[in-house]
């Protein structure tokens, strides 16, 4: 057809005498225009805008030529005038038929005629105008096309058409991934293989029916194909379609994974929603308004209950949807609740009402509820409420219990307080003689009042503690009213309501003053005590008499070191030993005596010289003095003894005794010669003396 019209817009110049011509269709947007055919046929690309300026409108409105050197200048572009022999010297603007398109025609030499010949406007209105619109339609719809394939190769939508006729398919880009062919034209039978390759990959692909597309090339389909992997979920469309150009299917195959998984994850945060609500312990419902004709809101239908109130209401889920609010409660008219759920719904102000008296059908008497309301959409209401007539009866048991406890305290010797928010809330009249002012007084003031400066740390520490429910018992200073410092005994824990939450704390003050008195005389006592014993342990320590400290039983606590130089055994191993292990046999049952005398308290103290074994086997002698402690009750709480070596003493009285005795027995032996031979003198002379003696 371009041929064609080239040929004739050839024709047209050789006819005019002209040198140039282009045939261009007009637009609007961007003013300008588009290049249809040129002659000669390659001044101008086919398809391109026009150059800048080129217009080309018809001459002042009318047939006529361009001459004006320098108007057409400015009419005849450069690329034109560049592929003309000769200078521009008229030029002229025709319309083709009707619509937007056009030919410009110009001349370099010769003079074109103002009037044209009958064939040559025929040329022009009918051959030339018709190959040009032809031409140019052609072009539009290869455009379009062009520009519809990129549409549809974007879609995330997989798109393929097959034309029965010519026995192909079109695949788009999204198809041919799916599909796993190349994009573009494919034959029908390998677009049918591929869709039937395709179905059988699908999970349950025995339920899947699909078209075969030879057989039946205007056959449809419209299923949900599932995969294991993505896409999860395919719908897969075809349709028949037929035009005047047309005649086939187009297979539609889009993607809901997406939409699939969250209808499904709508659906388990639905069933989610549903259990979790049917796992409450409290009830809870949905109610739609009913209103009467005049647009008043008179009663509630039940929408959705969880199980909880099914059991509360003593009526099935099946019972309850649907049913009035009124049938179902009858009491909530005559108490004024139906107007407070009015309320809410009409003003979507959240409804709270505590202890709330509602006669309940089920049971047969009135109960009290906790009942919370909000609005859940514009003509409903979501309901839930607890039974808490335990709670009601647990309240006035609490208050006739907190009476009870007030008039203990009152009568207690001992400041008892209750303290909310840091201050004191209630306070028993034992205030007065703890805090030096009465109850009155303290009431509604700070706790911290009271704490001696220097000490906020501590009181900080004992308040976070029992904040976090902890108890505290501890002996702390208190400032009283006069501005005098106090020992108290404070005994503080947490105080909790009838809901379990805390709500305060409950103090008890005592006086300790003269307890913290004795105790600190009593320190000063034991440090005195101290002090003592440390002057005692040095005197010990540096005395060179053995010195030690024994238990009653007998034990070794304490020995100084000329003890150990005296039995010599070190102070570690004297330690683990007794008297006993110290002294002979022979001498237990004397020992034992004196000690039992000093336990029974017959004696005080003894003093004897006594042997003792040394640690390497030979014997001792030590003179020994014994006294004891004794605790308040008169038992025997230590002993203490000093010990001399008297060794040398000892066994020199011994080698004394011993001279002494041998002397007795010398003399004793001489006496004994002395007087035998006395006696045989004295016999001898009186037998000299005697008559019979004869003479010498």
Known sequence: MIDLLDNALG???NGLGAQAAVIWTARSEPAGGVVVATYPTDLLPTGALLPTGAHWPLIDGSTGCERDPDRLAALVPAIVRRALTGVPTAARTFKLGE????????????????????????????????????????????????????????????IVSVDSILDHATVSESAAKLLRLSPGRVAASVFSRALARLASDALKHDEI??????????????QVWRFAEQPTHLRVT???????????????????????????????????????ADAMLDPLARLSAVRDSSGQIVDFVYLAVNRAACESLSRTREQLVGESLVAAVPDVKTTGLL???????????????????????????????????TRSGDDSITLTWRDVSDRFAAAERMAESEEQFRLLAESSGDMVARIRDGRFFWVSPAAEQVLGAPPEYWQGRRVREVVPPGLEADHLDHVTRLLAGESVQT??????????LRWVHLNAKPYCGLDGNQDGIVVSLRLVDS???????????????????????RLLESSSVGMCINSPAGRFEMVNEALCKFLGYDADTLCTMTWLDLIPADDVITDVQDIDDMLAGRIETYRQTKRYLHADGHTMWGDLSVSCIRDAG????????????????VEARQQLAERDENNRLLTRNLQAKTDRLTFELNTAAAYVESPCCPEI
């Open 11 to 13: 024709r047209l110049l």
């Open 99 to 158: 619509g937007n398109l056009s030919v410009f025609v110009v001349w370099c030499t010769e003079s074109p005629a103002e009037e044209l010949s009958s064939g040559r406007q025929t040329l022009i209105d009918e051959e030339l105008g018709y190959l040009a619109r032809v031409v140019e339609d052609s072009r539009v719809n290869r455009g379009e096309v062009a520009r519809l394939r990129a549409v549809v190769n974007r879609l995330d939508e997989g």
């Open 209 to 222: 029916t699909h078209t075969d597309v030879q057989a039946e090339p205007t056959g449809q389909c419209e």
């Open 238 to 276: 075809s349709m028949a379609v037929r035009n005047d150009g047309f005649d086939g299917t187009v297979w539609l195959f889009t993607d809901e994974s997406t939409v699939s998984q969250a209808v499904s994850n709508a659906e388990n945060a639905l069933d989610l929603v549903r259990t979790t």
């Open 339 to 373: 107007a407070h759920l009015v309320h809410c719904c009409q003003a979507g102000e959240a409804l709270v009402l505590d202890d709330f008296d509602l006669f309940n059908d089920f049971i047969s008497k009135h109960s009290r509820y906790d009942i919370q309301v």
């Open 475 to 484: 002996r702390a200073q208190l400032v009283s009213f006069g501005g005098e």
């Open 515 to 537: 307890e913290v008195a004795a105790e600190r005389e009593a320190e000063r006592a034991r440090a005195s005590q101290t002090r003592t014993d440390a002057r005692y342990r």
């Open 634 to 649: 008169g038992q025997v709480e230590r002993f203490i003894a000093q010990i001399i070596d008297v060794t040398a003493e």
